[in-house]
């Protein structure tokens, strides 16, 4: 790690870096304080700006967006008592009562504090377990990365919220939209309607931000914009947070990091679970249970701490597996394979000056949300009382410059209308999202390693006869049908009761 | 009898499913249990399609509780408007370029979106053109991409 030292620093302190840090913090804050928009989202809509950048600047502008929009989801959570983002859900359950009793400064300053240490500690953790991950990755075939893509996707089906069977038909669209263009192997045209265009495969620009962008603005605005929050400036009246309140809470702390790292490093989970997950073990764990909900900074730590640790813990799989530990670190793989780095256990051989780069550019950026938020805390209620009129054309304008850019074409924005409009279909039907963003961007190695796989045994027995394919592909079979497992246990406690 | 909603996607998820399995039947690479090759992915998903959809179709059957409105008709009416104006500003785009097209549709849609707010002329058509002149700068000073000319001006 040490050889790349100079390398990453040249990166770090490239002035056109350090801009890109620092405004790629700030509308990643942004983004994720506002409800309805998050680091995810700023991540899709700005991507094929840093198409044209090299990779370096690239990837820092797209890791301070991811960065600054899982910081900034407390505030929302506080100021508004809405979640600016998932993984900032249980942070409501404390931080807006906190607020409510006048301790707005208080509850900003913990959200901060434990942000900055779940994002710079998990960082540190990535670095140092993503290359022995990725030596045990070498010694895994076609047959485990088809079980752990299989996983992946069926994970977030398995905690996925609602029906099943559209969670189900969501990754199946996935797959559909991933299996356009030239197949891989055989180099068979599938679904190309002799369309130049779906030659080369559907661009993840133009798929993702028409379905979840351009489709959640229109239809926000044909239900009809919710009123303006109104914010009490008063409320926040200094910070509030001395080092004993860090040392009161250390067990709790840690242990909500580590529940952030690990769930993190699950394939397809994320901070949108962690954080819940991290949020239930603090308060089962503390003295005053009862307290929780009515404004305990404990709640508070322990969400912001795991939420953000989870994105260290997402890394690690992202860069040593090549696979997604959620939304927005799929997205990030199909941004770097653009930029030609194929994220896997080769990667540290080939580019492992770019890994480092990654994992000390979230370090960095946990610093500068810290300073930047406390440097703003009474800044926030203003992001928060952006104008819907101004904010959304804007970002509508954006999405189809984005889908333009992408291939100095117009046919482009036109097939984004076109998802625009599935993205709308998907709403009407209650269909989620996140399976078919890791489908999406998983299908074709999923298929690639499928094909290799049969290739060189011929036969589908060998997914089950290697130990640890035979684990994923179990998992993945048990992820599908746990409803009905949940079920069949649930029915089986209430006749034992 | 009135369809619900989880009816209508259920069904229209089947006629996907089968248009799915349609296509691939086309493809000259077959499918074997010793090699599934190209229709594997896509046939998976036409298989989730038709189980799924159906699946959906009958849970919107045994549904007895009254459904949600997921948008009054003034709603779906705001729905095919913006959706035309999208389309619109990327013909306008094609014609007359992205330097007189995109200020006119964010003063447009600002205004539309506007409706009910309190908001002053000169306030939009600051935004309109600020929002064009940041995205020229960024897309095509800072990052040398090019932007759409306009098919009348060359």
Not at chain 1, 242 to 268: A, Q, T, W
Request: glycine share 12%; net charge positive.
């Amino acid at each position: 790690m040490a050889q790349y030292a100079s390398y990453i620093i040249s990166q770090i302190t490239n002035p056109l870096s350090l801009i890109l840090l620092l405004a790629g913090n700030v509308i990643g804050m942004v983004f994720g304080a506002i409800p309805g928009l998050n680091g995810t989202m700023a991540v899709m809509l700005f991507m094929p700006l840093t198409f044209g950048m090299q990779t370096g600047p690239a990837i820092v502008f797209l890791l301070s967006l991811w960065i600054g929009g899982c910081s900034g989801g407390f505030i929302g959570s506080v100021l508004l008592g809405i979640p600016g983002s998932p993984s900032s859900v249980a942070t409501c359950f404390d931080g807006h009562p906190m607020a409510k009793k006048g301790m707005a400064g208080r509850a900003l300053a913990i959200g901060m504090v434990a942000s900055c240490i779940g994002t710079a500690g998990s960082a540190i953790a990535g670095a140092f377990l993503a290359q022995t991950v990725a030596d045990i990755a070498f010694a895994i075939g076609p047959w485990e990365y088809f079980g752990l893509c299989f996983v992946a996707i069926t994970m977030v089906l398995a905690i996925s919220k609602g029906n099943m069977l559209k969670g189900l038909t969501s990754a199946c669209i996935g797959l559909l939209f991933a299996s356009v263009g030239f197949s891989p192997i055989d180099a068979q045209a599938r679904f190309t309607f002799d369309n130049m265009y779906l030659m080369g495969g559907l661009g993840m620009t133009t798929v993702l931000i028409g379905i979840f962008g351009v489709a959640a603005m229109v239809e926000a605005h044909a239900k009809g914009f919710d009123p303006l929050p109104e914010v009490d400036t008063g409320m926040i009246k200094g910070i509030g947070i001395k080092m004993s309140d860090i040392m009161e809470n250390i067990v709790n702390i840690i242990r909500s990091f580590l529940i952030g790292l690990g769930i993190g490093f699950l394939p397809g989970m994320g901070a949108g679970l962690s954080n819940l997950v991290a949020y239930s073990v603090a308060k089962n764990n503390s003295k005053h249970p009862e307290t929780f909900g009515t404004g305990n900074p404990e709640g508070v730590w322990a969400s912001e701490c795991s939420n953000n640790a989870s994105i260290g813990g997402a890394m690690i799989p992202m860069a040593a597996l090549g696979i997604p530990g959620d939304s927005a670190t799929a997205l990030l793989i199909g941004a770097l394979t653009i930029h030609g780095l194929e994220m896997g256990p080769m990667v540290f051989r080939n580019s492992g000056d770019i890994v480092y780069l990654m994992f000390t550019t979230v370090a960095i950026c946990a610093l500068v949300c810290f300073v930047l938020q406390a440097l703003g805390m009474r800044v926030f209620p203003l992001i928060l009382k952006v104008p819907y009129h101004f904010m959304y054309p804007a970002l509508i304008v954006i999405s189809l410059i984005s889908a333009y850019v992408d291939s100095s074409s117009l046919y482009k924005c036109g097939m984004m209308i076109f998802f625009c409009i599935v993205g709308l279909i998907m709403s009407f039907g209650g269909l989620p999202q996140s399976p078919l963003i890791l489908a999406f961007i998983l299908g074709p190695t999923l298929e690639s390693n499928m094909l290799k796989a049969f290739q060189n045994t011929g036969t589908i027995s060998t997914f089950f006869t290697r130990p640890l394919s035979c684990i994923f592909m179990i998992i993945g079979i048990a992820c599908v049908f746990s409803p009905i497992l949940k079920a069949a246990f649930a029915k089986i406690k209430r006749n034992k009761a | 009898m009135k369809l619900s909603r989880d009816q209508i996607v259920g069904a229209l998820i089947v006629i996907l499913g089968v248009f799915v399995f349609v296509m691939i039947s086309s493809f000259k690479v077959p499918f074997t249990l010793a090699y599934p090759g190209p229709k594997a992915l896509p046939g998976l998903a036409a298989i989730g399609f038709i189980i799924c959809g159906a699946g959906i179709f009958v849970e919107g059957m045994k549904k007895t509780e009254e459904e949600k409105v997921y948008m009054v008709k003034a709603g779906w009416i705001r729905l095919g408007i913006n959706l035309l104006a999208l389309m619109a500003y990327v013909l306008a785009m094609k014609f007359v370029g992205y330097f007189i097209a995109t200020p006119i549709f964010l003063y447009g849609l600002c205004t539309w979106y506007a409706n009910g707010y309190e908001t002053k002329l000169w306030q939009r058509i600051l935004f309109a053109a600020a929002v064009t002149a940041v995205i020229y700068l960024v897309y095509v000073m800072a990052f040398g991409y090019q932007l759409p000319a306009g098919e009348l001006f060359g």
